[in-house]
């Protein structure tokens, strides 16, 4: 009997470890997923959940579940898994950093058919607002409950339920997915969450993977359970950190520009906008110690996310990265849609006896 044949035997599929590569939101939510379904899962990744570099987005995102716009129906569904998971951990207790707000949106032009408003399909006491509730300038307003995750809460959270789920963190940084199947030749199933490394992976290269720096500032207040978004050409937000006592204000966007020193001027500006935006909770000068900053370098990919199974060898390569700083609105539900390709991994090979291998 060959060297396969007896390795089939000692060893089933579903008992074969599920590699993932990138210990992110999208990493750690997809081992959390696929375990609770019974499969064994490894993370390899450069960072882990705790860690503070800015190059591990993670730990750093604004977290708010806000409907995208311009995105197909299939992406509207994994927003919609994701909110009715973290619903779900948000009514559990705030172990998880997940809480419940709500939110104001303020549109400077009149949505367009694609815009965020399907959104009210997902959130709770979604209505829109009357014209005496907003300021005049903007062409119309909504009102409704969201979700906002703590990352400082949120990733320890998940570190915690994978490893007691059985789960194994390994820090190592890897330049292939080859590098990942010969250190894990058992395995038959891998995925890629790697973020925008996967520019750099030598048997991926995927060109479309750019860094993009985020920086926001964080202003400590009592007043931190209502989000503020204004969709336009002043893009700016207000998202609630409720067990944190605080907010964080933004945005900006910054491609391939890896610096961790912070911009001032950009600071400065956010504060002005956010303070335009909601000046109840913003004051146009708060106080120096009140005011910290957070940046990150979020994993973003021209003409958006890749999410996908690949068939390599005897291999099932899943790819889903370049979630920009969507990985928190995408999180729950690429990971349920990951599990649906694992499964069907599996079933394959329950079906065909492994003859495909």
Request: hydrophobic share 35%; charged share 20%; proline share 5%.
């Amino acid at each position: 009997m060959g060297e396969i044949d007896r390795d089939r035997l000692q060893v089933p599929f579903s008992q074969r470890p599920i590699m993932i590569l990138g210990a992110g939101i999208i990493g750690c939510a997809t081992a959390r997923q696929l375990l609770l379904n019974g499969f064994p899962v490894a993370l390899v990744a450069e960072y882990l959940p705790g860690d503070q570099d800015i190059e591990y987005a993670s730990a750093w995102a604004g977290a708010a579940w806000h409907a995208a716009g311009g995105i197909t129906s299939d992406q509207q569904y994994l927003q919609a898994v994701t909110h009715r998971i973290l619903l779900k951990m948000a009514q559990d207790g705030p172990e998880s950093g997940v809480s419940i707000v709500d939110a104001r949106e303020y549109l400077e032009q009149e949505p367009t058919p694609n815009s965020a408003i399907w959104g009210k399909t997902v959130v709770s006491k979604f209505r829109e607002m009357s014209s005496g509730e907003y300021p005049s300038n903007f062409h119309c307003a909504w009102a409704y409950e969201t979700l906002v995750t703590d990352p400082t809460r949120h990733m320890p959270y998940l570190r915690k339920q994978i490893t007691s789920l059985g789960g194994q963190f390994i820090r190592r940084r890897v330049g292939s997915l080859q590098e990942l199947y010969d250190m894990f030749p058992d395995s038959r199933v891998f995925i890629n969450a790697s973020g925008w490394g996967s520019k750099d992976l030598a048997d991926v290269q995927d060109d479309r993977c750019f860094p993009e720096r985020g920086q926001n500032v964080f202003l400590q207040t009592e007043q931190c359970h209502t989000m503020y978004f204004r969709n336009g050409t002043e893009y700016t937000y207000v998202i609630p950190r409720p067990l944190s006592k605080g907010v964080v204000l933004g945005g900006v966007k910054q491609q391939d520009n890896l610096s961790p020193e912070v911009d001032m001027d950009i600071a400065c500006d956010e504060i002005a906008r956010a303070h335009r935006l909601a000046p109840e909770i913003v004051p146009a000068q708060p106080a120096e110690d009140t005011v910290s900053h957070i940046i990150g370098i979020r994993p973003s990919r021209k003409g958006g996310f890749r999410l996908d199974s690949q068939r390599i060898g005897n291999r099932s390569v899943l790819s889903a990265y370049g979630f920009g700083g969507g990985g928190y609105a995408f999180s729950y539900g690429v990971a349920d849609a990951l599990v649906t390709m694992v499964a069907q991994a599996e079933r394959e090979n329950v079906i065909d006896g492994g003859r495909s291998r």
